[in-house]
């Protein structure tokens, strides 16, 4: 082209194509001078050009005629296109003429034509050298930018940049043009006024007609107000999902129109259902819905699907969750119709549901909403209005949930929003409240306290706690108040309170309190009842049983030793009877410890084996027992689990008539950290009905209840057995079978700990009195005991083991008695009267010289707490009523060994 422009002579004509030349892609054309379009014109020279612009080729056709014309000197300055077509028209010719003197004239009325529309383009447009440096710019540039053209010639467009678009907008930017190809992407610059904007940008290269990119052109639009609109859009939909979150309630829309539904992601959650869960169409009730209930709901809803229905659905249905759990929640919504007279339909239902498996109530607030956001969503597109008709739908559902709801200034304390039930149920209206600030409703909120506790939920998100609303009557509503911080993205700080009246929750937990007050109370009584029977009956079985040991010291005649062996047998059973109630008593009242001390479970089988040998054979029966490897390092209650096992034995050789009676110890798991193990006792007795085995565990149950049963009991063993076990983490059951026999197992965990390899301690109790005598005899000893009989029976014990033995009746005595004497040792009873034990320890114990000296509590109050207080006074040790000789003995040799 430059061969044909470079003549001063001579007149032309062009043809500019979109694509390859033909007549149905002919764009323009100067033929006036003979030129036919798309085809060779009589002329001295004709050239074509092929020209890329933003990635589509365009073909320039210039036409030289021999007619002698002076140059046109009134070529304007490059400029670009408003609108597509336009702006690749200019583009075309400016790109295909290049930047070199131009001796083609152009028509002054089609360039001016474009010139005008340039210049009038809404959009701005800059062309720009491959440096980035500013050719030219349009009015529309200018608006926007605040900079002239005069202002901006020569500058680089780094002059806008106002350091809030991200750098890698600018290194993708010169990576697409470099290439070759058209960037479109956003800035963020600054106007010359300082003022901050948000610009859409397209920018291309132009090529010269060789191909080569010369300069850079840019449109641009100011999109400012479309991002403030996406921003106060996010800020709505931020609410609606507080509130969604914060009030737990699930959004339901039915489209009968369309025939879709729609279930919010909270809807999901409180029926139960997968987010994959298939949605049916509108008419169709959902799988959820309890079967008994649907027949129910379906009805509810053909009333207010009719064409007379008032258009409000309300209803309270229960519902199968995905794991079986059946729940109960409340929908609320409304209806909108279309038509009208008999022609009338339900068009769609907004709905919201609460989950009121609890009280069947909503519990959970929805988030206040803002009546501001109308005035925003007029001005959004169609899918924003139709977001926003969801929205007033919802407001309408929140209104019916019966939660207040309060937008507050955290800075001042003012009301900025209220909803209607929140001056509903405080006796105002919404205008009135909106001139009132918290400290009007809630006396618990000066502004000193309020700013304590707004920090808090600034840092945490919200704050959960109860308070009380003042009515206008001056009433006052205990209320559970939900408050939420929320800052919008524009800088506007806001807590949204939401108050729930817990009335009748409180009402609830009044009754409830005045119930555990009672209940503790009788369990008070029970325990005192309990402690006083058991002191009660052990008091005169401890003069049974001592008696009887003294009598055995006279010596006696066979029937009188066969005698004498039937009472102690009665009162060990009446002892056995006393302990069984006592123990279960505190297993039911939370008040059994166990021990944790190193044990052998082998050993526990081999005791039981040992003690219950000569019961089997009197019997005829044969005692064995099959025992595994247990691990070495266990701790655990052998007390309790000795207790267990003998129970289970000493049932199964009573109800096993031939045969044999076998004792298992197995073990079922093991790891690093503790071990399960089994204890079984096996018998082959005549077995056991299913429907008895049944009951067997229960309290006082027995197999046999007739009043001919042949075995006595009292029906506690099995039931403690059981209860046993389960404090130490097992169980308990039993397999029998009719004519076979039965199998009475249980199971406990026991805790391992690194032990020393020591051999266990052996307490010999045979013989003691002979032992105190060597060691210890004439050791001065007072015994402090104000029954009569047992104190006669503990100085007949202690005057066998060659102790010198003084008395006291009471605590007074005793005290007297410590203060001028020198004793060894004191067994001291717990109640006595004047003073009990307790205080008269506790006076010893500040006694010069007797802070060291042994006391030991020999009483019947048996339970662990009477043990505890024994110790808490100061004593060394506790034996309970009544008194086996040799643990007497026993203890007074550990002590007085201690002593030296």
Known sequence: MQGIVGQNSGELA????????????????????????????????????????????????????SVAQEPS??????????????????????????????????REAEIRKLSVAVEQSPSGIVIADLDGRVEYVNPAFTRVSGYSLAEMRGQNQRILHSGQTPPETYEDLWRTLLRGEVWRGEFINRSKDGAIHAELAIIAPIRDQNGKVSQYLAIKDDISEAKR?????????????????????????????AGTTYWSKEYREIVGVPPNFPVPPPAQLPDFIHPDDREAVQRHLDRCLSAGGDGQVGLVCRVVRGNGEVGWIELRGTCRFAGSGSERRTSRIYAVITDVTAQKAAEQALLAYSDQLEETVETRTAELKRANERLREVVFAMESVGTAIYWVDPENERFLSVNR?????????????????????????????????????????????????????????PVELTVYHHAGEDGQQALIAFAVDITARKASEAALQEAKAAAEAASVAKSSFLANMSHEIRTPLNGMIGMAHLMRRGGLSAEQSDRLDKLEASAAHLLDVLNSILDLSKIEASK??????PLRPESLVANAMSMLEERARSRGLHLQSEVESVPKDLLG???????????????????????SVTLRLKVIADDADETLLRFEVADTGEGIAPDVLARLFADFEQADRSTTRRHGGTGLGLAITRKLAGLM????????????????????????????????????????????????????????????????????????????????????????????????????DMQMPNIDGIDATRAIRRLA?????????????????DRAACLAAGMNDFISKPVEPERLYATLLQWLDARG
């Open 592 to 597: 059994f410890t166990l021990e944790e001390r």
């Open 849 to 865: 010289g007797r802070e060291a000296l042994t006391i030991i509590a020999m009483t019947a109050n048996a339970f662990a707490d």
């Open 729 to 828: 983490g097992g169980e308990a059951g039993a397999e029998s079978v009719l004519g076979a026999g039965s199998t009475f197992w249980f199971t406990v965990r026991l805790r391992k700990a690194a032990l020393p390899e020591t051999a266990p301690e052996s307490v010999v109790l045979e013989d003691g009195a002979a032992r105190l005598r060597a060691r210890h005899g004439g050791a001065r000893i007072l015994v402090a005991e104000d029954n009569e009989i047992n104190r006669e029976i503990a100085v007949c014990m202690l005057e066998d083991a060659g102790l010198s033995v003084d008395t006291a009746e009471d605590g007074v005595q005793a005290l007297d008695k410590v203060s001028s004497n020198d004793y060894a040792l004191v067994l001291m």
């Open 73 to 106: 000197n009134n070529l304007p300055s490059i400029v670009g296109g408003a609108g597509l077509v336009i702006d690749l028209l200019l583009f075309g010719i400016i790109a295909g003429l290049g930047r070199e003197k131009r001796q083609i004239e152009l």
């Open 14 to 65: 062009f043809e500019l194509f979109d694509g390859e030349p033909s007549p149905a892609n002919l764009l323009f054309a100067n033929d006036e001078h003979g030129g036919q379009s798309g085809s060779p014109v009589s002329a001295t020279g004709v050239q074509r050009f092929t020209l890329d612009i933003g990635g589509r080729p365009w073909t320039l056709i210039v036409h030289r005629h």
């Open 637 to 659: 209650d052998a007390t309790r689990l000795q207790q267990c096992v003998l129970n289970y034995a000493i049932n199964a050789i009573k109800f096993t008539e031939r045969g």
């Open 229 to 257: 609109a996406e921003q106060k859009l996010r800020d709505s939909e931020e609410r609606l999902r507080l509130a969604a979150e914060g009030a737990r309630f699930g959004v339901m829309e039915l489209d009968f129109e």
């Open 421 to 477: 039930f929140a001056a509903a149920m405080l006796g105002y209206t919404e205008v009135e409240m909106l001139q009132m600030a918290v400290p009007d409703v809630d006396p618990n909120f000066p502004m000193h306290a309020f700013e304590e506790i707004r920090e808090t939920i600034r840092a945490e998100g919200f704050l959960r706690f109860e308070t009380a609303h003042r009515r206008k009557d001056g009433s006052m509503v």
